[in-house]
């Protein structure tokens, strides 16, 4: 069974500031996903980026990025030039590309200080 | 563009009653997950449905039971309802081989 384990409960920067959030994962499968998932105060869960295991380069997504380690089981989440509207729960999730369920962490509450 | 549609937003039951909730899939998507989300919880996978047929089971109470159809819609129906049960339920849909699942915006039950 995959694990996934988000480190930090709550976070917060300042606006127009850089953050990083943690995610450590625990497979034995070689072939997956991994995703971060924005849960605003509304609840809706929204997908900010993803990455496929087998792809070395780093995604980004406008202000989004990660950075991915497969051999460290390591999937962090770097949002720069933060807004007030990043303010959300932020979830790290797995996805084995058989299964297609998701695996999800804690989360990590994001505030956004202005 | 469309989105996972799920009805009702709102429910509100009484313990030992039955709620049946809908979810709507992204057209031509073929597989439909749901997932419940505690207080303060991360969602916990419940049950997934590919091409009419269950094909994947997580931590869904007996209680529960779900189906998908043949226009691909989904429903969860969940019987003897516990104040426990209080939770967001999401639905989320997917094609197959792809790996972006889509959710829903959720149904909020709430169990007195």
Redesign the interface.
């Known amino acids: 069974a995959q694990t996934v384990t988000q480190s930090q409960p709550e976070m917060s920067v300042q606006e127009a500031e850089t953050v990083t959030l943690s995610c450590t994962y625990d497979t034995s499968e070689s072939n997956y996903?991994l995703f971060w998932?924005k849960q605003p105060p509304?609840?809706?869960?929204?997908?900010v980026i993803?990455q496929?295991a087998y792809k070395q380069q780093n995604a980004t997504e406008n202000r989004f990025s990660v950075n991915f380690q497969k051999a460290a089981k390591s999937f962090s989440l770097k949002i720069s030039d933060s807004q007030l509207g990043d303010t959300a729960m932020y979830?790290c999730a797995f996805?084995n590309?058989n299964?297609?369920?998701?695996?999800?962490?804690?989360?990590t509450t994001l505030t956004v200080k202005p | 563009a469309a989105g996972v549609i799920q009805s009702p937003r709102h429910l509100i039951k009484e313990k030992r009653e039955t709620a049946t909730l809908k979810c709507y899939p992204i057209p031509r998507h073929d597989t439909v997950y749901w997932y419940q989300q505690g207080p303060g919880q991360d969602p916990q996978f419940l049950i997934s449905f590919y091409e009419k047929m269950q094909s994947d089971k997580g931590s869904i109470p007996d209680r529960f039971s779900a189906q998908q159809f043949s226009d691909y819609h989904s429903e969860l129906n969940m019987s003897s309802l516990e104040l426990g049960d209080s939770a967001l339920y999401f639905c989320a849909s997917s094609l197959f081989g792809r790996s972006e699942a889509f959710f829903g915006q959720g149904t909020r039950l709430t169990v007195v």
């Open positions: 996903y998932y509304s609840r809706q869960m929204i997908l993803r496929e979830f996805m590309t299964a297609g369920k998701s695996t999800f962490g804690d989360g």
